[in-house]
């Protein structure tokens, strides 16, 4: 097909990690892990920035966070960045969203035609961190440790509502989709919001890690005079001095968290069962939006570059990739312009203002020495914060802080800081170069500073008086929906149901 059909499985917060080549073995997910037999799957794929909003945007538009200018979760997506949704819109495709992409500001379509669900967090900018405060804990969005101490059993939650939702309405649009009422060519992104903490599973997932042996993490907590100056500012970001982490939160939390992949590998794998029992045949790309530390060293969430955080399940299954596994870095910033590759997209018109690469390439057997690129610069961050993954090395830079310089082949779990070893001088000084060559850090901490300050202004205005948030309300036209009496029953019957005729 010169203009495949496209479906996009987006998760909250997994950590990469865990799909070292595909789904561990361990890991109770059938559907994901035959899904992964046939696509190409990046061993070593980093969210833009580890944090929804900025990782979202990042993803949808192939730009850094500095670029785009979301730079934590209350910055506006400008609505003049074309994402992927654009790109495939112009060029004749629907383009449709079920679920969670976390746009802020009074722009909730971003170049989808259709939206199925609101989303799970707020639209408006009540979520902006203040770099003028730092040490302020806004507790009443800041993460606690209470997603940890209060991790379990639950048969409904708000996130199992939100997801169940969003795979309903996926599920009606494919199954739609497969009617044929419409000749395009359809992308259909489809964004749960697990695994994302708190940690509650359905007790039939729950139970299938009673005797699972990854309960409790590789490297266990580190003290707090002994972590690094930003994981101290995360951990007082998340309020750990009011709580209590004990191994049975620890071993309940990754139990719930590792069920709820499995919660999602079943709402997948409906989807491919309906996508199969339609007939229809479609790219599918299966990424996260960044992913969560899951009490290594004692850290939980994101908001870090460590590997937990920062790095990404990404699969891509499609005719002109072949299914294997690639180990070069790549970047989530890399989806949009692989998407437009795929189906023929041209993205000539803004190529010089985007940071991401086409991944088809490395589908195909091309190697890849390019750095790989992350910024932060939200909560628990008093300055931006910026990496490079170089091959085999991590380089971490804040103006705040020590260098970081990791050999992610020698230690995995990143616990040997080598920034300051002489022998590794030169290499450090290479990364630095590459990064003062990227990023000029003054400028960026100003950028985030004046955003910061422009939205406190904003949001406290509007929430004086009459309150209109963004948040984005589903259109529902009732009257067009099953029989009514401006149409033919007959009619109705007939092309509403698929296949025709047998």
Known sequence: MSQPNILIFMVDQLNGTLFPDGPADWLHAPNLKALAARSTRFANSYTASPLCAPGRASYMSGQLPSVTGVFDNA???????????????????????????????????????ERLTTDIYPADFGWTPDYRKPGERIDWWYHNMGSVTGSGVAEISNQ????????????????????????????????????????VARRKYWDLYEDCAHLMPEVGPIPYEDQDPHSQRI?????????????ADIRRSRRAYFANISYLDDKIGDLLGALEGTRQEAIILFVSDHGDMLGERGLWFKMSFYEGSARVPLMICAPSMAPGLVTDPVSTIDVCPTLCDLSGVDMSEVAPWTAGQSLVPQGQGVARTEPVAMEYAAEASYAPMVSLRYGKWKYNRCALDPDQLFDLDADP??????????????????????????????????????????????????????????????????????????????????????????
């Open 75 to 113: 910055a506006e997506f400008p609505s003049s960045i074309p994402t992927y949704a654009h790109h495939l819109r112009r060029a004749g495709y629907q383009t449709c969203l079920s679920g969670k992409m976390h746009f802020v500001g009074p722009e909730q379509l971003h170049g989808f035609e």
């Open 160 to 199: 199992m509502e939100y997801d169940d939702e969003v795979a309903y309405h996926a599920t009606r649009k494919i199954y739609d989709l497969g009617r044929g009422h419409d000749a395009r060519p359809w992308c259909l992104t489809v964004s749960f919001t697990h695994p994302h903490d708190p940690y």
């Open 235 to 247: 951990l007082d970001a998340n309020d750990r001095d009011n709580f209590n982490i004990t191994d």
């Open 413 to 502: 779990h990143e616990l040997t800081n080598l920034a300051d070893t002489p022998e590794h001088q030169g290499t450090l000084a290479q990364l630095r170069a590459k990064s003062e060559a990227r990023w000029d850090l003054d400028r960026y901490d100003a950028d985030v500073r004046a955003s910061q300050a422009r939205r406190w202004v904003v949001y406290e205005a509007l929430r004086e008086g009459g309150y209109y948030p963004w948040d984005y309300q589903p259109l529902q036209r009732a009257s067009e929906r099953y029989m009514r009496n401006h149409m033919d029953l007959n009619v109705v019957e007939e092309n509403q149901r698929f296949p025709r005729g047998e």
